[in-house]
């Protein structure tokens, strides 16, 4: 039916237009565009027209189908690695490394005034030769008088060690002290640090003055004693005789005297406290027996011993065998041995068989720098 009235109005319009035309002029020349949208613009009409007369219908709502695109290369890049380029190490030619401490390590304890030694070994890491005109040079800190350079007395190839010594003097003041010194090339140009580092301590030990504060022996069996006992106590004394007539007729200011126990081989002790031994220091003293009142010689004979305690564990310096004979042993004991040590001394006193008139004296016992 609409067919046919799409028609029926496409001629009718032609017919019209074609009776409004002047018969007058000859027709013009029909522009195809114009004619076709004219057509179309009443095609439109009747179509709309239509639409309005005829229901609508569901249409089903177009599906979007997203547009997937796809790009295949047919060329496949390979990764070539960049070389890696590694720098030639250049070693320097003045350059040293520290080996060891061979003397004086860290936090030595001095005396003041203590002379020492203070070596080092150092490696030449470098790659030029150490000659003789190489020297190792005080650089700041502590000089502890020693010199201002040290040169070296023989040259040290690359990779050799050479050990460095400088006589040094510890500072009359007690506290911590650092010397730093360097390596010093032929041309003055100073490398590679090392340094001393000491601590001084007031020297010392006066065994006489801190008598009472040990801790006084004696046996067998083993029993305390007071300091300051009587002198007629059976179980042995440990007191003070300053001034008092000895076997060679001194009266010395500091007079220890220290009698065993009253039986026979009786002993007698003294442990003091702890005390860290310093460089330089000995024990020093003089060893023999108070005299009778006439001035004469007992029948004294006993053996002096200077112990000493570290951990618990008893250790012995020196003994010394002595009778009454009118005449005092000196005693001098290097304490190198236990340097940096922290001990306790011991002073012991052992009758040689009968204890009687064993009246054992010690003269100003001390632990000092010479």
Known sequence: MSKILTSSWIVLLLTLVACNLPATNPPP???????????????????????????????????????????????????????????????????????????????????????????????????????TAYALAFDRG??????????????????QTVDISVNLKAPATPGDYVGYW?????????????WVKIRVKASGLNLHEKAPSATWESGPPTVALAFGGPEDSMIGFARYQDGKLLEDGSTPSKVLETH??????????????????????????KVGFMAKSDGSCGVGDVVFFLNYREGGIPNTLGSWSKACNGTL??????????????????????????????????????????
């Not at 003397?103 to 070596?119: L, S």
């Not at 090339?185 to 090392?194: I, P, R």
């Not at 009786?266 to 003293?285: C, K, M, N």
């Not at 290097?334 to 009687?356: E, I, K, P, R």
Request: charged letters at 15%; glycine letters at 6%.
């Open 260 to 285: 065993p126990k009253w039986i026979d081989d009786g002993w007698i002790r003294g442990i003091y406290p702890d005390y860290t031994v310093q460089s330089g220091e000995h024990f020093l003293a």
């Open 182 to 194: 360097k390596m010093r090339n032929a041309a003055g140009v100073l490398f590679a640090q090392v």
């Open 329 to 370: 042993k000196t005693i001098d004991v290097d304490l190198s041995s236990l340097v940096g040590h922290t001990v306790q001394f011991v002073l012991v006193v052992s009758a040689n068989g009968s204890s009687g008139q064993d009246w054992a004296v010690w003269v100003d016992p001390r632990i000092v720098v010479p």
């Open 142 to 159: 502590d000089s502890m008088n020693g010199p201002a350079t040290q040169p070296l007395t023989s040259e040290v190839a690359p990779g």
């Open 29 to 131: 020349t029909a522009d195809p565009g114009m004619i076709f949208t004219a057509a179309a613009q009443t095609v439109e009409a009747q179509l709309t027209q239509s639409a309005l007369l005829t229901p609508p219908t569901d249409t089903p709502a177009p599906t979007n189908t997203p547009l997937a695109e796809t790009l295949t290369s047919s060329f496949t890049p390979s990764s070539t690695p960049t070389p890696t380029i590694t720098p030639t190490a250049t070693v320097p030619c003045d350059r040293a490394k520290f080996i060891a401490d061979v003397t004086v390590p860290d936090d030595t304890v001095f005396a003041p005034n203590t002379t020492f030694t203070k070596t080092w070994r150092i490696q030449n890491t470098g790659s030029c030769a150490w000659t």
